[in-house]
């Protein structure tokens, strides 16, 4: 078995690279007289179809992490990860209806310009310097180093700093050309990232079928599974008992049961979907049926990816288990990769393009986004006040090349220790400790006039403050068992609240707070967004999507409880 690339892969790859690129100059050349001004390069406004929006939504969505991540999450827990994917879905649905219509009935551009305009400059410039750090050391550079590793892998695991510098030049083509050509771009990568991922998946499924001396009948390899691996099949991990084994009991931890769906997956999804320049970009600058439209198309494709980023690791999990996988290196990280290595020649050179589609998608919206913030939110307002419309959009440019080169430098020798923690929980512990604060801060702001900048500021620092308290120290000052929570054993035989949970009372207590500081003001804050009824009217075309998308989750619930 070849586990590495041959000619006729490295051909296929080169040819995934040419198309996207040659695309890419295409639809920057063919851009309007007057699309060189700073809304047009940040937020395509009002050239993006709903079609691009939602592609971009997922390319942008989907990368490293979650081919490696989520792979090797299914190789874990199995299915129960795939709620990540179709929580989102709900989400989705959820920022369609009620949160676009409030960002575009106020010309809400930027996350920073949301804080401004609801509450002050003040909570504005502290979440967008904030924001600007979290992207670059935190998403961009794991983004960098985990798609790097993966890719290098296949390669034949010499080439990793060639690799990094590839992936970084490839994303600055596509990103200093606008948010339209990042878009549109999108397109050719989700499909690029589905068709690959798909055929890796196929794949999969019929080696596990070999295997089992059924022939190669991809069916018959998913019955194996289910049969093989009935735990990896519940949607639900049981709470540890007295009985339980430190596996279950570490499953459990990284996603526990029920009491995730209750607060921990939903402020995730909403926070992410919702509250995040990153992802918000994309349809801030259409109209509200074309950004609906595109968010719950989005949603619908969320649908899709459990198929291509869980179920290879869930097959890794029954090859390995049967002594069927000698190949898996670095245990669950390592099921995708240790998959590929059964692709045959070409199929190999599209998968590894699939994934580059992936971290590179991300990697160009993440710069954009940067870029974005930084240019209006922070150059704009406090360096340079008059700079024209052209001056934005090169110093839009510069941003782009300086975070993509910060994002090298920092991931060239793993400075930030991003391989030592894997980059799933690398990004997963750093953004987890702030969402619950900031999840609060736009909810609340968005929805009850009351709310105050005070409060925000308050809330912020007091939902970090809480996420580490109850992450870190909570089992050893409040004890293993209290009304709130139940800490368990971990791995290294430390104490441990699962971190779903502890977002959910990081959460509680930060809104608590949050509304107590603003009933010590005014009845109706001055700065507060008027709402009214018909923003959130629905036309029956975007209902039918809503009902499509709650009837297949429902089915998929019902199938996998």
Same mark, same amino acid.
């Given at each position: 078995?070849?586990?590495?690339?041959?000619?006729?892969?490295?051909?296929?790859?080169?040819?995934?690279?040419?198309?996207?690129?040659?695309?890419?100059?295409?639809?920057?050349?063919?851009?309007?007289?007057?699309?060189?001004?700073?809304?047009?390069?940040?937020?395509?406004?009002?050239?993006?179809?709903?079609?691009?929006?939602?592609?971009?939504?997922?390319?942008?969505?989907?990368?490293?992490?979650?081919?490696?991540?989520?792979?090797?999450?299914?190789?874990?827990?199995?299915?129960?990860?795939?709620?990540?994917?179709?929580?989102?879905?709900?989400?989705?649905?959820?920022?369609?209806?009620?949160?676009?219509?409030?960002?575009?009935?106020?010309?809400?551009?930027?996350?920073?310009?949301?804080?401004?305009?609801?509450?002050?400059?003040?909570?504005?410039?502290?979440?967008?310097?904030?924001?600007?750090?979290?992207?670059?050391?935190?998403?961009?550079?794991?983004?960098?180093?985990?798609?790097?590793?993966? &890719?290098?892998?296949? *390669?034949? $695991?010499?080439? /990793?700093?060639?690799?990094?510098? @590839?992936?970084?030049?490839?994303? #600055? %083509?596509?990103?200093?050309?606008?948010?339209?050509?990042?878009?549109?771009?999108?397109?050719?990568?989700?499909?690029?990232?589905?068709?690959?991922?798909?055929?890796?998946?196929?794949?999969?499924?019929?080696?596990?079928?070999?295997?089992?001396?059924?022939?190669?009948?991809?069916?018959?390899?998913?019955?194996?599974?289910?049969?093989?691996?009935?735990?990896?099949?519940?949607?639900?991990?049981?709470?540890?008992?007295?009985?339980?084994?430190?596996?279950?009991?570490?499953?459990?931890?990284?996603?526990?049961?029920?009491?995730?769906?209750?607060?921990?997956?939903?402020?995730?999804?909403?926070?992410?979907?919702?509250?995040?320049?990153? &992802?918000?970009?994309? *349809?801030? $600058?259409?109209? /509200?049926?074309?950004?609906?439209? @595109?968010?719950?198309?989005?949603? #619908? %494709?969320?649908?899709?990816?459990?198929?291509?980023?869980?179920?290879?690791?869930?097959?890794?999990?029954?090859?390995?288990?049967?002594?069927?996988?000698?190949?898996?290196?670095?245990?669950?990280?390592?099921?995708?990769?240790?998959?590929?290595?059964?692709?045959?020649?070409?199929?190999?050179?599209?998968?590894?393009?699939?994934?580059?589609?992936?971290?590179?998608?991300?990697?160009?919206?993440?710069?954009?986004?940067?870029?974005?913030?930084?240019?209006?939110?922070?150059?704009?307002?406090?360096?340079?006040?008059?700079?024209?419309?052209?001056?934005?959009?090169?110093?839009?440019?510069?941003?782009?090349?300086?975070?993509?080169?910060?994002?090298?430098?920092?991931?060239?020798?793993?400075? /930030?220790?991003?391989?030592?923690? @894997?980059?799933?929980?690398?990004?997963?512990?750093?953004?987890?400790?702030?969402?619950?604060?900031?999840?609060?801060?736009?909810?609340?702001?968005?929805?009850?006039?009351?709310?105050?900048?005070?409060?925000?500021?308050?809330?912020?620092?007091?939902?970090?403050?809480?996420?580490?308290?109850?992450?870190?120290?909570?089992?050893?000052?409040?004890?293993?068992?209290?009304?709130?929570?139940?800490?368990?054993?971990?791995?290294?035989?430390?104490?441990?609240?699962?971190?779903?949970?502890?977002?959910?009372?990081?959460?509680?207590?930060?809104?608590?707070?949050?509304?107590?500081?603003?009933?010590?003001?005014?009845?109706?804050?001055?700065?507060?967004?008027?709402?009214?009824?018909?923003?959130?009217?629905?036309?029956?075309?975007?209902?039918?999507?809503?009902?499509?998308?709650?009837?297949?989750?429902?089915?998929?619930?019902?199938?996998?409880?």
């Amino acid at each position: 078995m070849n586990q590495n690339m041959v000619l006729t892969d490295y051909l296929v790859f080169i040819f995934y690279f040419v198309i996207v690129s040659t695309y890419g100059y295409l639809i920057y050349k063919k851009r309007k007289k007057g699309e060189h001004d700073a809304k047009a390069f940040f937020l395509a406004e009002g050239t993006l179809t709903w079609w691009a929006i939602g592609a971009s939504l997922i390319a942008s969505n989907i990368s490293a992490e979650q081919f490696i991540g989520m792979s090797g999450e299914g190789f874990f827990l199995g299915v129960a990860v795939a709620a990540y994917e179709w929580i989102a879905a709900i989400a989705l649905i959820i920022v369609a209806v009620w949160f676009i219509p409030v960002y575009l009935k106020n010309h809400i551009y930027t996350m920073p310009q949301f804080l401004k305009t609801r509450y002050n400059e003040s909570v504005a410039l502290i979440m967008a310097i904030f924001w600007l750090f979290l992207y670059v050391f935190v998403n961009l550079t794991s983004i960098l180093y985990l798609g790097a590793v993966a &890719i290098n892998g296949l *390669a034949g $695991g010499e080439y /990793l700093h060639v690799i990094m510098v @590839g992936l970084a030049v490839f994303a #600055l %083509l596509i990103s200093l050309g606008g948010m339209k050509v990042v878009a549109y771009t999108d397109v050719i990568q989700v499909a690029v990232l589905i068709i690959g991922g798909l055929v890796t998946t196929y794949i999969a499924l019929t080696v596990v079928s070999e295997k089992a001396g059924l022939g190669s009948d991809a069916i018959a390899g998913f019955k194996v599974l289910m049969g093989s691996a009935p735990d990896h099949f519940k949607m639900i991990i049981p709470k540890p008992t007295a009985a339980s084994t430190q596996n279950d009991i570490n499953k459990y931890l990284t996603f526990p049961g029920l009491a995730s769906y209750l607060a921990g997956i939903w402020i995730i999804n909403l926070n992410y979907w919702g509250c995040n320049q990153y &992802i918000t970009q994309r *349809a801030l $600058g259409a109209d /509200l049926k074309t950004a609906r439209t @595109g968010i719950l198309f989005a949603g #619908l %494709l969320k649908l899709l990816m459990p198929v291509i980023v869980m179920l290879p690791g869930i097959a890794a999990f029954v090859l390995h288990q049967n002594g069927q996988l000698p190949q898996l290196v670095g245990g669950k990280d390592g099921a995708y990769s240790a998959i590929l290595t059964f692709l045959p020649t070409g199929l190999k050179g599209l998968s590894v393009a699939a994934l580059t589609a992936a971290i590179v998608a991300s990697l160009a919206g993440k710069v954009n986004s940067i870029s974005t913030i930084f240019t209006l939110d922070v150059y704009k307002k406090y360096i340079g006040k008059d700079a024209s419309e052209k001056k934005q959009v090169i110093t839009g440019r510069i941003t782009v090349l300086v975070a993509m080169i910060l994002a090298v430098l920092f991931t060239w020798n793993d400075l /930030l220790g991003i391989g030592g923690v @894997g980059g799933f929980t690398y990004i997963q512990k750093y953004t987890g400790f702030i969402s619950p604060g900031v999840f609060a801060m736009f909810i609340l702001g968005m929805f009850w006039k009351r709310t105050t900048g005070t409060a925000a500021i308050v809330g912020v620092i007091m939902g970090f403050v809480l996420s580490v308290f109850f992450n870190e120290f909570a089992p050893a000052v409040m004890g293993h068992e209290s009304i709130l929570y139940t800490a368990y054993p971990n791995a290294k035989g430390a104490y441990e609240i699962p971190f779903h949970i502890c977002m959910g009372l990081s959460f509680m207590f930060t809104m608590i707070t949050m509304i107590a500081v603003s009933l010590a003001g005014p009845k109706i804050n001055p700065k507060a967004f008027e709402l009214d009824k018909q923003m959130f009217k629905l036309e029956p075309s975007t209902t039918a999507l809503i009902i499509i998308t709650l009837l297949v989750i429902s089915a998929l619930y019902i199938k996998f409880w």
